[in-house]
């Protein structure tokens, strides 16, 4: 998914600072497990102890991933809560000053929304649903009996008088026959 935000972490523990990530994905992990993206090898900080989570367009929230010592925005105990710009998360004695900042805006969409954000799903703009809308009922025999555009000339077939399309009427004729086979296996 496409973020147009960059989240920075500055990891701290009192007032030194350890390290500082950004990131623009939508999860970040943070805990003592190695793979997390924010490791902390700390015995008090839980394996998986607490996640960032963005989703489309809204804010990012953290919760906490049922950590043995709990997770605190701004010295408040929270299970899950919304992040702001330069809120504190703290865990155990480590705290992560939190900044979020505005991302590459050169993909200019007035929408606010970008295909990518969907991750291989087609996202249609409401003008573009109308309009797709307007099309389909446009192809759509009507009881007038008026063909949709580049419908065959033929009269008379079956198809036509059952009300039924030659997809339709294959993929009947497939069900049916393997309706008979898989009966012929059974009562053989």
């Known amino acids: 998914m496409h973020n147009d935000q960059v989240l920075k972490i500055e990891l701290a523990i009192k007032d030194n600072v350890l390290k500082t990530y950004s990131f623009t994905q939508d999860i970040v992990e943070i805990g003592r497990i190695p793979t997390a993206d924010i490791f902390i090898d700390n015995t008090?900080?839980?394996?998986?102890?607490?996640?960032?989570?963005?989703?489309?367009?809204?804010?990012?929230?953290?919760?906490?991933?049922g950590s043995t010592n709990g997770t605190f925005v701004n010295d408040l105990q929270i299970n899950?809560?919304?992040?702001?710009?330069?809120?504190?998360?703290?865990?155990?004695?480590?705290?992560?000053?939190?900044?979020?900042?505005?991302?590459?805006?050169?993909?200019?969409?007035?929408?606010?929304?970008?295909?990518?954000?969907?991750?291989?799903?087609?996202?249609?703009?409401?003008?573009?649903?109308?309009?797709?809308?307007?099309?389909?009922?446009?192809?759509?025999?009507?009881?007038?009996?008026?063909?949709?555009?580049?419908?065959?000339?033929?009269?008379?077939?079956?198809?036509?008088?059952?009300?039924?399309?030659?997809?339709q009427l294959i993929l009947w004729g497939g069900v049916i026959l393997a309706v008979i086979v898989i009966g012929f296996f059974i009562f053989k």
Not at 131 to 146: C, T, W, Y
């Open 44 to 65: 008090g900080i839980s394996r998986q102890h607490t996640r960032i989570e963005r989703s489309i367009g809204g804010p990012y929230i953290v919760k906490d991933m």
């Open 80 to 167: 899950e809560a919304a992040l702001k710009n330069n809120d504190v998360i703290n865990l155990s004695k480590f705290s992560l000053r939190v900044t979020i900042e505005a991302g590459d805006q050169s993909k200019n969409n007035s929408s606010g929304v970008s295909p990518d954000d969907f991750d291989g799903t087609t996202v249609l703009s409401a003008e573009q649903l109308a309009q797709l809308r307007a099309g389909i009922e446009n192809n759509q025999p009507s009881d007038s009996g008026r063909k949709p555009p580049g419908a065959s000339a033929q009269s008379g077939s079956s198809s036509e008088d059952s009300g039924l399309s030659l997809s």
